[in-house]
């Protein structure tokens, strides 16, 4: 159920009462309301290729009254994204990893002059179904101020979202420790050409395939069908020269991908 038709600010959004994602925390309403904006407000984009997790977002954080988040705009990839970062200077962008047209790192590639104003930075939290490291490196590389997985509470999210506009770090449990590792580490990352074969999205299917996922939860947790889930499953088997789910299986432990 990707979006990436066209980006949206705060008019188009205003009053929005569509399903909530349960991996967001979304329709938590108490777990949200301990969360009061007062005395406190930022202004927030959020850039992710899916209309339905956009919505449960927005549903969820977007009640300034009560959070003091208000939602600034929208996009569903990275040049939607670019140019309504670019308008509405938000203090804190919301930013999935794996988006049409390069992916978050190229977002922040492209908003590097905004992250680096010294007295309205543009500040990125990055948020993904994703948990593996090279994705918590890359964009933290790239210069977002934390990452969080899309299980996170509505509470926490809100709470990560200010924490990153005062210029904190912030991280979902078990992710900083890729951080540390990766920078305490003189060493330039190896470079792995058959996982460079595949995309990002046949990497988030690959990942879930090899924790045990059916195709069925796999569709449900990156917002596609079942159809689109076997065809990333076929192009990965095909790139990587293996003959069934089990061979990818062991091919993802063998490169600590699980």
Same mark, same amino acid.
């Given at each position: 159920?990707?979006?990436?038709?066209?980006?949206?600010?705060?008019?188009?959004?205003?009053?929005?009462?569509?399903?909530?994602?349960?991996?967001?925390?979304?329709?938590?309403?108490?777990?949200?309301?301990?969360?009061?904006?007062?005395?406190?407000?930022?202004?927030?984009?959020?850039? +992710?290729?899916?209309?339905?997790?956009?919505?449960?977002?927005?549903?969820?954080?977007?009640?300034?009254?009560?959070?003091?988040?208000?939602?600034?705009?929208?996009?569903?990839?990275?040049?939607?994204?670019?140019?309504?970062?670019?308008?509405?200077?938000?203090? /804190?962008?919301?930013?999935?990893?794996?988006?049409?047209?390069?992916?978050?790192?190229?977002?922040?590639?492209?908003?590097?002059?905004?992250?680096?104003?010294?007295?309205?930075? /543009?500040?990125?939290?990055?948020?993904?179904?994703?948990?593996?490291?090279?994705?918590?490196?890359?964009?933290?590389?790239?210069?977002?101020?934390?990452?969080?997985?899309?299980?996170?509470?509505?509470?926490?999210?809100?709470?990560?979202?200010?924490?990153?506009?005062?210029?904190?770090?912030?991280?979902?449990?078990?992710?900083?420790?890729?951080?540390?590792?990766?920078?305490?580490?003189?060493?330039?990352?190896?470079? +792995?050409?058959?996982?460079?074969?595949?995309?990002?999205?046949?990497?988030?299917?690959?990942?879930?395939?090899?924790?045990?996922?059916?195709?069925?939860?796999?569709?449900?947790?990156?917002?596609?069908?079942?159809?689109? /889930?076997?065809?990333?499953?076929?192009?990965?088997?095909?790139?990587?020269?293996?003959?069934?789910?089990?061979?990818?299986?062991?091919?993802?432990?063998?490169?600590?991908?699980?």
């Amino acid at each position: 159920m990707s979006d990436a038709t066209e980006a949206s600010g705060p008019a188009e959004q205003a009053g929005t009462t569509g399903p909530a994602d349960p991996a967001t925390g979304a329709g938590e309403a108490a777990d949200t309301d301990a969360a009061t904006g007062a005395g406190r407000h930022v202004k927030v984009v959020l850039v +992710d290729d899916h209309r339905m997790f956009r919505t449960g977002v927005q549903a969820e954080i977007g009640r300034t009254e009560q959070t003091g988040v208000e939602v600034v705009g929208e996009a569903a990839d990275v040049d939607q994204a670019v140019s309504v970062i670019t308008a509405t200077r938000p203090e /804190v962008v919301l930013l999935d990893v794996h988006l049409p047209g390069g992916g978050g790192v190229e977002v922040l590639r492209r908003c590097a002059a905004l992250m680096a104003d010294a007295e309205e930075p /543009v500040r990125f939290l990055a948020l993904s179904v994703s948990d593996a490291a090279e994705d918590v490196i890359g964009v933290i590389r790239g210069g977002a101020r934390g990452y969080v997985t899309k299980t996170i509470t509505g509470t926490d999210l809100i709470d990560s979202i200010f924490r990153v506009q005062e210029g904190d770090a912030v991280f979902s449990p078990r992710l900083a420790g890729f951080v540390l590792d990766a920078f305490a580490s003189t060493d330039a990352a190896p470079v +792995d050409e058959d996982l460079d074969r595949l995309t990002q999205r046949e990497r988030e299917v690959l990942r879930l395939i090899a924790r045990g996922y059916a195709y069925k939860e796999i569709a449900k947790q990156l917002y596609i069908s079942v159809k689109t /889930v076997e065809s990333h499953v076929s192009a990965v088997l095909r790139k990587l020269q293996l003959s069934n789910r089990h061979e990818l299986t062991r091919w993802a432990t063998a490169r600590r991908l699980v």
